[in-house]
């Protein structure tokens, strides 16, 4: 049994709920997201945010949420990337960067090339990136 941090767009809220029911099964104990508003329905000016499916949240509460997944990051024995179509945003290039650098393996629903989205000029180590295709 493995303890795994889900890493991803929101966006991708099926997907994640996918990869989560097939870990969980597989006997391990998975950390996710779990608030699932988008980047759009960020309240990022406190006047509110157009969203018909949840509650905006404010800026302060999306650095809150960012920290708190760095956190589950630091719990796991290793990070699933959610990431259909091979989608890789601002926040999760960062939460990968952050699993790198605490040497967390790294596994991708689909393949990443770790050297793309790592801020280093030369070969370190092998990519530990994997599929789940």
């Known amino acids: 049994m493995e303890v795994v941090?889900?890493?991803?767009?929101t966006k991708f809220r099926?997907?994640?709920e996918e990869v989560a029911k097939s870990e969980t099964l597989n006997g391990n104990v998975v950390l996710m997201p779990n608030v699932w508003e988008t980047h759009s329905d960020i309240d990022l000016d406190g006047e509110g945010?157009?969203?018909?499916e949840a509650s905006p949240i404010t800026?302060?509460?999306?650095?809150?949420l960012d920290a708190i997944h760095l956190l589950k990051?630091?719990?796991c024995n290793r990070i699933v990337v959610v990431n259909p179509d091979g989608y890789i945003g601002e926040s999760t290039?960062?939460?990968i960067i952050y699993a790198f650098i605490r040497n967390k393996p790294i596994v991708a629903v689909v393949k990443i090339d770790?050297?793309?989205i790592l801020p280093i000029r030369q070969k370190r180590i092998q990519s530990p990136t994997t599929s789940i295709n």
């Open 5 to 9: 941090t889900l890493c991803g767009s």
């Open 14 to 16: 099926e997907k994640f």
């Open 49 to 52: 945010a157009d969203t018909t």
């Open 59 to 64: 800026k302060i509460e999306k650095e809150m």
């Open 73 to 75: 990051i630091d719990m």
């Open 93 to 95: 290039r960062k939460e």
């Open 114 to 116: 770790l050297e793309e």
